[in-house]
């Protein structure tokens, strides 16, 4: 392609990804696995809340802080306890729940986009791309409120995919030269966040910094709930909105047309939310990598590839897959706590290779 972005460009075919080959389970086992991970999502939330939590505080004491807040006639508890359980382990529980999910669906939007298996947040540079922006907004100053931070870490996102696709708007679109692109796209970006990192001179806001980049949900409160849960809800349903057209992307942009698609706008659509998602995730919790790998894999499955279903189970699974790695991290070396993107890390770093491998890539 000589001009313009190949990913926009409907003339440019990139490679047919897994989801086209997958299995389609009927309507029942679809109905059946959707019901089943709802139940152990709700099992999830409840459990993960008790985890760790220590102190000498068990399943009375968290019902009676949650039914106290819901407004329900239950003894009030004491004032440390409470703000314990309601102000820092509950945020934490379903900042975990919507980071995991959010990650999900743009791992799902994203692979029928390029039509690359491989293609994930983190893999792709968008993740570095907005650690970048959230960094630069607080080292500046201007990261007063989450809003702050979001918008920081939206503009590195954007700009990460924009250099992205202008770095291979004149080749194809193969699996390895987009993760490769991605690979240095992302490592150029994380040269950057160390760079205004170490112009601050301050070694504890460098140090805390660091370790909230590796991925954390430790820094969650009702705040950035909030805003991850409206920036969730929105997006989920901008591409769930554009399942039929994911569905036809699926087998190549000549198809997509031919079923009345606007391949260039609906790219630009998913590609700006799944932006938007990601730099929320990120300013909330830091760069959190392969989430958006490993659960559309798995749900596609399990369900088959299409994105009426893929899309809210990737993000039921994606939801609980976040809250169980991060009570993992928060007990396996207590207590010590290890940030969540290390296991996420260890645990995609297998998956990656063997697509690599089942794609004869390695």
């Known amino acids: 392609m000589a001009d ?4 926009l460009d409907p003339a440019v075919e990139p490679e047919v990804t897994p989801s086209s080959a997958a299995p389609r389970p009927g309507g029942g086992r679809r109905a059946a696995v959707v019901a089943l991970c709802l139940v152990v999502l709700a099992a999830s939330l409840v459990a993960a ?12 004491e ?15 508890l004491p004032g440390l306890t409470d703000s314990l359980i309601w102000d820092l382990r509950v945020p934490r529980v379903l900042l975990a729940a919507l980071v995991g999910a959010s990650l999900a669906v743009c791992g799902a939007a994203l692979q029928s986009v390029t039509r690359n298996a491989l293609a994930d947040p983190y893999l792709l540079g968008v993740s570095s791309g907005a650690s970048t922006g959230a960094v630069l907004v607080v080292v500046v100053g201007f990261a007063g409120s989450q809003l702050g931070m979001t918008g920081g870490a939206f503009l590195g996102a ?24 991605g690979v240095v796209v992302g490592q150029l970006f994380t040269a950057l966040t160390s760079l205004v990192l170490m112009s601050t001179g301050d070694a504890d806001s460098t140090r805390a910094l660091t370790h909230w980049l590796l991925g954390s949900m430790a820094p969650a409160r009702w705040q950035s709930v909030v805003v991850c849960a409206v920036a969730c809800a929105v997006g ?4 769930w909105l554009c399942s039929s057209a994911l569905d036809g992307l699926a087998f190549g942009s000549d198809t997509a047309t031919s079923l009345g698609v606007d391949v260039r706008v609906v790219r630009v659509v998913l590609l700006v939310t799944t932006s938007l998602m990601t730099a929320v995730a990120v300013a909330a919790v830091g760069a959190i990598g392969f989430v958006g790998l490993i659960v559309p894999h798995g749900v596609r499955f399990l369900v088959g590839p299409l994105h009426r279903v893929l899309l809210p189970l990737s993000a039921v699974v994606g939801a609980v897959f976040l809250v169980w790695t991060d009570a ?4 396996a070396f207590a207590p010590l706590e290890v940030p969540v993107g290390v296991f996420t890390a260890l645990l995609g770093v297998p998956l990656f ?4 491998r089942r ?4």
């Open 4 to 7: 313009g972005a190949a990913l």
């Open 49 to 60: 809340v008790r985890v760790g939590i220590g102190g000498g505080i068990g399943w009375a």
């Open 62 to 76: 968290i019902g009676r802080s949650v039914g106290g807040r819901l407004g329900l006639p239950v003894p009030p």
């Open 158 to 181: 954007l700009v990460s995919f924009a250099l992205l696709m202008l770095l291979l708007r004149r080749r194809g679109l193969d699996s390895v030269r987009i993760v490769l692109t």
């Open 236 to 239: 989920l349903l901008v591409v």
């Open 328 to 331: 993992l991290a928060r007990v």
């Open 353 to 356: 290779l063997l697509v690599l």
């Open 359 to 362: 794609r004869g890539e390695l």
